[in-house]
T-cell receptor, first 115, second 112 residues
Framework: GAGVSQTPSNKVTEKGKYVELRCDPISGHTALYWYRQSLGQGPEFLIY????????DSGLPNDRFFAVRPEGSVSTLKIQRTERGYSAVYLC?????????????FGPGTRLTVT | GENVEQHPSTLSVQEGDSAVIKCTYSDSASNYFPWYKQELGKRPQLIIDIRSNVGEKKDQRIAVTLNKTAKHFSLHITETQPEDSAVYFCAASEADFNKFYFGSGTKLNVKP
């Protein structure tokens, strides 16, 4: 079946602008994670959804970052007043998190460049 | 919070040799430890994982060992092949899988 998809694949924006990044998880996966990956680093946890609710948002750097998952499927990561330091690849992952099945499947990422 | 450290940052081996990558973690509550392989420009993919009630797990040429007392776990790749060349990440999570903490990655280069 279809894997995790993310749009757009690339986003270039000016400092101070607002951006939205979209994640389509694997159908039926109740768990959804957002990560940020800077060049040469491992993914950095941002937020975790179980169903529609944000079960853990402790990784969001500040209140300019916000994410929603209104119907328990598609999720949108919203970043206000972008800074150059926010440039990174934003990865989304989904998982069934049921019983012994907790493998995360990653999307291809959105490369965000803030100029 | 959890802190996962990974080393070496780069590793170069000859084809056919073994490669070992090591990670340490700080939070004794962590009990699930996956390893991911990320090829250049691609998404991370799970290659093997281990839970804290198991000390070792093998899958063909790949094995992972876990020492809960010392809070470290290692990835072992035997009979390396050029296609094993990639960046490998370790990670740690608690039982509720609310968040995953990743190491900084090891770039493995297998020379033919």
């Amino acid at each position: 079946g279809a894997g995790v998809s993310q749009t757009p694949s690339n986003k270039v924006t000016e400092k101070g602008k607002y951006v939205e990044l979209r994640c389509d998880p694997i159908s039926g996966h109740t768990a959804l994670y957002w990560y940020r990956q800077s060049l040469g680093q491992g993914p950095e946890f941002l937020i975790y959804f179980q169903g529609t609710g944000a079960a853990d948002d402790s990784g969001l750097p500040n209140d300019r970052f916000f994410a929603v998952r209104p119907e328990g499927s598609v999720s949108t990561l919203k970043i206000q007043r972008t800074e150059r330091g926010y440039s990174a690849v934003y990865l989304c992952a989904s998982s069934l998190n049921l019983g012994l099945t907790y493998e995360q499947y990653f999307g291809p990422g959105t490369r965000l460049t803030v100029t | 919070g959890e802190n996962v450290e990974q080393h070496p940052s780069t590793l170069s081996v000859q084809e056919g040799d073994s490669a070992v990558i090591k990670c340490t973690y700080s939070d004794s509550a962590s009990n699930y430890f996956p390893w991911y392989k990320q090829e250049l420009g691609k998404r991370p993919q799970l290659i093997i994982d281990i839970r804290s009630n198991v000390g070792e797990k093998k899958d063909q040429r790949i094995a992972v060992t876990l020492n809960k007392t010392a809070k470290h776990f290692s990835l072992h790749i035997t009979e390396t092949q050029p296609e094993d060349s990639a960046v490998y990440f370790c990670a740690a999570s608690e039982a509720d899988f609310n968040k995953f903490y990743f190491g900084s990655g090891t770039k493995l280069n297998v020379k033919p």
